[in-house]
């Protein structure tokens, strides 16, 4: 087998080879053997305990090589991963991937070369790190209907969210002090814009509803524009704000929706005590009913625990002359836009104290067909905030809701607006 | 393929079938087609919807028709569901099934069965039901090491501990409550007593540790002695009592313990929430780090649901002319006595207030070298109350300590002892 990329998760893929060769050989059936590892730049020094000749820069020679029957890809990003990855399973290898990125812009291309090579395409440790999500996803759950998937798969903005709420911080200091322990990078659009958890939720989408899902189809927002009186007034609330990837099935099972956005849970929510920079992902199926996994969703041993699990598969797959689940689209369902989605609202208004407020507000979301669940007035004279929680309703009204509302002269200012989920 | 019993999980099984023909179909590659359903009577009304003639009473030609290819056994209890499914798999039929009692007694001579026949021996259903969770630990961190498990995996005793939590109602009553809702049966020995969960154990350290493990071999104790003194003491500490099955692996990795029985865990750690008669089970892997996996453990539906992904598993198997992982005991592990597992303890002490009393106490545990983290004195006068928490010393050491403190003149009472869990 060849290795492409030896930077976090690569090293502790070759560490954790050595150390458990035996085990791994016994599961197996047969030994591995790490033929060529992929590097950017020769003669860097490397954490690793490894022949030197092993290194090439090479990557494309070393995915077409005759003695290679398993690659594994974890350079992350679209090329040359793409092309190396396209070159190896049509070349008859089977490959592991931790590629969130490139299995959700073009998942379609990777599973088209395994089949015309006739190898695997496993890539657990793509969505949530450590945590076996994917394989219960795609075979246990193979006999039952996924109705909705609420799911935590960045660790940064958990680790954000998380020290906003218990520390009553600011983003920009959450972030600084996540900067500062690891937990986010220098730049840290991808994770904080919610780019990362979009193509984590294209792939579990795909598998949930049998169906191909790009990262482009996701409907984002990021978590840059909470502020710490948000979180605070969630507190208040009951509920705790976390960024979630939401896969959610229509009424009438012919589309389903799939998002990442911020929204506010019950502190009674499972989801809602998961903390620091742990992923956790709940699922709702007809038949199971309400399922968890927790744990790890990034960092190298971790990562590496997952491609290993893949590694000792698609290993066993080529033994027995076999292959691992193939893709599965059959049902086709088409993804709908967020405008039809269904949701609730948390919305927070500055207004005047003076009579009739409440009657032109609750007269505004009557006129697009939302229901209030509950107000709160809260303040008196110039510092009157309205709260008001809605009832289900499709996005598009919502939304239109809270443009009239910015437009209504008794409301100075739309505080806060948030989506509500997991209270239903 | 054929179904063995049709009670809660074998209606539901067949309901799901009907429902989800066409997923089904087209998640296997190929239709399922029931052939026969076996049942102790002939002719009672049952709340499915099959063609009479399917019926059978006699299991044993079932089990060996050439059309059969695949049986679903959900009879449970040890005869004759062993003697079928061994003359199924014998036959070069695979099988799925729920059934914990026969794998953890009788495990190795049903896989010797499939190795004969060549066929599958799925078995989520028989864990946690409708968790994903057998899956998970012999494929998914099949390049991992599990070095400790940490379940909730009987439904009963966590409903009746958490109301005893939650309400202060003692053992009697909480058990009465479940009684009347279902969640426990008139006879209640097999939960209450824990021999449902050491089944249950007995299986999950098995695939753990890839040793082969019996239910005999699990050390067992039940909740029926926990008084709502203890509960509330515990709730005083911040813990709160669960039965838990746990299988750790020894510090040199050369054996491990595994063990059901009530123990106090910290309301912080992630068991400590899961609530009613919900499972739950933690792992602590080397690489992976802590997961957990959180659903419903019993029921119709939910155990339908992991019965039929086993069954697109091994349906696909058949037509890929393929078997899912076969046994793995290439580890061999030995299980280590209960006395050698190394543990902690929360015992409170009725003792006389007057001076050498906590020496005298002290040294008692010197002798036995088991070290005290924490000792706390209650009341005064003749009520009171020394409550210790030791540091982790072997389950011998403290068996000793508290044999010797119940002969101490100086101790009126051992009020209670109780192992403490999750927070090392």
Redesign the interface.
Not at 139 to 145: F, I, K, N, T, V
Not at 304 to 313: I, T
């Given at each position: 087998m060849a290795l492409l990329g030896c930077g976090v998760v690569g090293s502790?893929v070759i560490r954790?080879m050595h150390e458990?060769a035996g085990?791994?050989a016994?599961?197996i059936g047969a030994p591995l053997e790490l033929a060529g590892v992929a590097v950017r730049r020769q003669g860097r020094k490397r954490d690793v305990d490894i022949a030197p000749e092993l290194f090439t820069t090479d990557a494309e020679a070393l995915v077409t090589r005759d003695d290679i029957d398993i690659v594994i890809e974890v350079i992350g990003g679209i090329e040359p991963a793409r092309s190396l990855i396209v070159a190896a399973l049509s070349g008859g290898k089977s490959v592991v991937t931790a590629n969130k990125a490139l299995l959700a812009e073009d998942g379609a291309a990777l599973y088209e070369a395994a089949r015309q090579g006739s190898g695997d395409l496993y890539f657990?440790a793509s969505v949530a790190g450590?945590?076996?999500l994917l394989?219960?996803l795609r075979?246990?759950?193979?006999?039952?209907?996924v109705k909705r998937v609420l799911g935590i798969v960045n660790g940064t903005t958990n680790y954000i969210l998380d020290k906003m709420d218990t520390t009553g911080a600011s983003f920009t200091d959450a972030l600084e002090e996540a900067q500062t322990l690891g937990y986010a990078e220098a730049d840290p659009t991808a994770d904080v814009e919610g780019f990362d958890a979009a193509a984590k939720a294209a792939i579990l989408a795909g598998l949930a509803y049998?169906s191909r899902v790009t990262a482009a189809e996701v409907h984002r927002e990021g978590i840059t524009e909470i502020t710490a009186t948000d979180v605070a007034s969630a507190k208040d609330m009951g509920y705790v704000i976390k960024l979630l990837a939401i896969c959610a099935r229509s009424d009438d099972g012919r589309s389903f929706g799939v998002r990442v956005h911020p929204a506010m849970i019950p502190r009674s929510h499972?989801l809602a005590?998961v903390r620091e920079a742990y992923n956790a992902v709940f699922v709702e199926?007809?038949?199971?009913?309400?399922?968890?996994?927790?744990?790890?969703g990034a960092?190298g041993?971790?990562t590496?625990?997952?491609?290993?699990?893949?590694?000792?598969?698609v290993a066993?797959?080529r033994l027995?002359?076999?292959?691992g689940?193939d893709e599965?689209t059959?049902?086709d369902l088409a993804v709908h836009p967020m405008g039809e989605t269904v949701t609730r609202c948390h919305v927070a208004l500055d207004v005047a104290d003076k009579p009739g407020v409440l009657a032109r507000v609750a007269e505004l979301f009557a006129k697009h067909d939302v229901s209030i669940q509950t107000v709160r007035q809260e303040g008196h004279g110039d510092d009157a905030q309205l709260v008001i929680v809605t009832h289900r309703a499709t996005d598009a009204a919502l939304s239109a809701t809270m443009e009239g509302l910015r437009e209504l002269d008794i409301v100075r200012a739309v505080a806060s607006v948030m989506r509500v989920e997991g209270d239903d």
């Open positions: 502790q954790l458990q085990d791994l016994a599961r657990e450590a945590i076996p394989r219960p075979e246990s759950l193979a006999g039952d209907h049998h499972p005590g199926a007809e038949s199971a009913g309400q399922l968890m996994f927790y744990g790890k960092g041993a971790p590496a625990s997952a491609v290993l699990g893949d590694l000792v598969a066993r797959n027995a002359g076999t292959r689940p599965s059959y049902a």
